[in-house]
């Protein structure tokens, strides 16, 4: 099959930006969207006028039918590129590459990315645990009364069968992750955290307790993607997308090819090819972190470390900010934000900022290269994406 | 209690699958073009878009790929259930899938493990296939 075609350098993301995020029961899902969108579009320096599309994801909370067209509507727009998108978690980095190609067709210009929903607040725990519920294949798994926790669990068992990863190696990961949150001003959790509470959390489905699992949060996140052409003409400093690549292998984890092998290293793959460079050349990283060891298998995918080896890679602290390989600089999923489709935005919020510079303790020094990896479904979905400070 | 657990629900693609777990009896789909078999029933074999499919009967052995123990149930109905097991199988045959490890040493279960098929009884007759370490 021939390689798609290259959309390096034809976008930039020219402004981020987060709602509140927490517990925020004064707003709805649309609102947090809408929160966001102001800020990323105050963000870019631009006006409402200059969005002529808009991408947006799915909601639980507010399951509305055609969200795009309600997105728009909510938002006061009328533009000529409207969807919305529903790949799970891997939806914005799959948005961020819808939104390439339909600019570098010249079927919109200046295209607003949002997701986002009231999850702490806006359901019955009931109601959460329902939708989330319907993840799992409604004849063949729902009736052995699975869960997203209990199918990751069964990738992390088999992990740790096959490699000798520990539970103590993914607690390091989630504390790390803690300890980049903290650093973060708007991350949902603010107190520290040690590897023996993820250990002695309450378990959830084994090996994962409590602490190995995301948030679940009131989030919207935002960012506005437009030509390079026209972004080199805006105040905000720009971001330029410069290899970008998706690939589904399933859906439900019944029909997964592998527990251990996943899409992820397809989708890696067009992305670096794309943009002419490799796992190396990469100053951090944002990976999706739904449960601590999907970060752990991508590092693996995406050649960050040799297959089997995530634990250990982890574990002697590679991962931090100021180590080789920073990941997940804003807290992640585990501990900045975790609201539906909002959760693998803020990476993509992030690697953005990062790439901007100027962010104190939290700044990764010389960050001039980033790779965002965004999955859905149970590691089913794949999204890569290589942004640059520059067009290299 | 256990009636209140959820029943299997059959549609086109796999009312022959529901009524052969009446019989107690586990039937997998076989493309007759390409031999693949596989798991979750469909109009076409995924492996090559033959829609010249035939069910055939599984021996009901195989191994442990993966399991989990719930500690939390996101389905109401299986609060009272808690712990248990639930568990990728790879059948003899070839293909994966879901079920619970049932027995009294279902706990102790690890991978690898052979596993043998049993039912359950969900009610109205309805048997769910499951296993139980062999």
């Known amino acids: ?392 | 209690m256990t009636q209140s657990l959820p029943r299997p629900i059959a549609n086109a693609d796999s009312k022959p699958y529901w009524d052969a777990a009446r019989e107690r009896r586990l039937v997998i789909r076989k493309c007759k073009s390409c031999g693949t078999l596989h798991f979750m029933p469909r109009y076409l074999c995924p492996g090559c878009w033959s829609d010249q499919l035939e069910w055939v009967e599984s021996k009901g052995n195989g191994t442990v790929h993966s399991f989990s123990i719930i500690r939390r149930a996101s389905d109401p109905a299986f609060v009272q259930k808690v712990p248990y097991v639930t568990a990728l199988i790879e059948l003899d045959e070839g293909p994966r899938m879901m079920a619970n490890i049932l027995g009294e040493d279902a706990l102790s279960v690890r991978i690898d493990d052979r596993v043998k098929l049993t039912f359950e009884n969900r009610g109205d007759g309805a048997l769910l296939p499951q296993f139980v370490r062999a």
């Open chain 1, 1 to 392: 099959m021939k390689s798609p075609a290259s959309l390096k350098n034809k976008v930039a993301i020219v402004g981020v930006g987060e709602s509140d995020i927490g517990r925020v029961p004064n707003m709805t899902g649309l609102g947090l969207n809408a929160q966001a969108a102001k800020r990323a579009l105050d963000n870019a320096g631009l006006k409402v006028c200059d969005i002529d599309g808009l991408l947006t994801a799915y909601s639980f909370t507010e399951p509305y039918f055609m969200l795009g067209s309600v997105m728009c509507e909510y938002l006061g727009l009328k533009p000529r590129y409207n969807a919305s998108m529903v790949v799970g978690g891997a939806s914005p980095a799959v948005m961020l590459k819808h939104a390439a190609e339909a600019i570098a067709a010249g079927q919109a210009e200046t295209i607003l990315v949002c997701a986002g929903e009231n999850r702490a607040t806006g359901q019955t725990r009931d109601a959460a645990m329902a939708a989330l519920l319907a993840v799992g294949h409604p004849y063949f798994e729902q009736p052995y009364g699975g869960s997203i926790p209990g199918y990751y669990a069964m990738i992390a068992r088999r992990h740790m069968h096959v490699y000798g990863t520990t539970r103590e190696q993914m607690a390091k990961l989630a504390v790390q992750t803690r300890e980049h949150a903290l650093l973060h001003p708007n991350a949902h959790m603010k107190t520290p955290l040690t590897v023996e509470q993820v250990l002695s959390a309450k378990p959830i489905a084994d090996p994962l307790g409590m602490l190995d699992c995301c948030l679940i949060s009131d989030a919207g996140g935002a960012f506005i993607v437009t030509s390079a052409e026209r972004a080199a003409d805006l105040k905000a400093k720009p971001i330029y997308l410069q290899g970008i690549g998706e690939y589904h292998t399933h859906e439900h984890l019944m029909c997964a090819p592998s527990l251990t092998e996943f899409g992820a290293t397809e989708s890696g793959r067009i992305a670096y090819e794309m943009a002419g460079l490799g796992p190396k050349d990469m100053d951090f990283a944002e990976l999706y972190d739904c449960f601590s060891i999907v970060p752990m298998i991508e590092l693996e995918e995406l050649g960050f470390c040799g297959r089997g080896e995530s634990g250990p890679f982890v574990a002697e602290g590679n991962t931090r900010i100021g180590a080789r390989l920073p990941i997940n600089t804003h807290g992640g999923m585990l501990s900045h934000a975790h609201a539906g489709a909002a959760g693998g935005l803020f990476g993509i919020v992030e690697a953005v900022r990062q790439l901007r510079g100027g962010l104190g303790a939290r700044q990764v020094e010389g960050a001039e290269v980033a790779l965002v990896h965004n999955e859905g479904g149970i590691l089913s979905s794949h999204c890569t994406l290589i942004l640059a400070s520059d067009k290299g």
